[in-house]
């Protein structure tokens, strides 16, 4: 069976998602499609900011991510695990995919730790070390496309907050996945002209995230993309979500979005043009 390519979706794909059917359409043909299926991991920010506004609670962040404090944890994992996931899971089975709602840390199939980010406490905040990803392969080989929150649980079963971007990285290394899209609200990467940079690699993002150019929410989505192309060597690709027909062309068309190389794969491409020269 070809490898899966694992999906993540997040910004205000999630927070209109009932108006997305375009987008839910494509992703349920891709599934159809691509012979290894499609894994989707999604987000929800804007959702947990509201309903912690609603309780009263502040909800801080840090190099991008969002500390979680122990009692917010069960408030974040109610959201994203209960109405963000139950909605797109409702959303894609209307779309004619065999979606199938799961939590990242479900069955074992990805094991977490707390993330440890020096000089910072980040609180509930896991990070993916290892996993097996069994029950997500199971799932593809009977015809199912897994929906999963970044929701992880630590080793004695308590619930973890990851990162919607490190959380799909983490699912494309452990499924050795045919591609990694992380779809957003913009084009890509932009650059210090404003412009979507279409190649970006590990060291030219730390560039961009020391010069204040790369910020916000978009440092650990540029960091998971870089990481992946570093890790596996299969294609990563940060894009808007609004092109939907472009989907399926997302991982070769070097066209949409910014894509996350290594000097190997660099390489390789300047190779194989060399012989279609010849």
Known sequence: MTAPIVVKIGGRALDEAASRGPLWNALACLAREHDGGVVVVHGGGAAVDAHLARL??????AHGLRITPPEHMDEVAAVLAGRVNT?????LLAAGANAVGLRLGDARAARCDLHRRAGTDLGRVGEVTRGEGGVWRALLHAGCTPVISSIGFDERGCALNVNADDAAAAVARILHAHALVLLTDVPGVRGPDGGTIAECDAARA?????AGVITGGMIPKARAAAATAETTGV???IASWDAPERLRN???DASVGTRFTTEAQRAMRSALAADDRG
């Open 56 to 61: 009263g609670m502040f909800s801080a962040r």
């Open 87 to 91: 909605l797109l899971v409702g959303l």
């Open 206 to 210: 730390e560039a961009l995230i020391d």
């Open 235 to 237: 294609p990563t690709v």
């Open 250 to 252: 997302l991982t070769h």
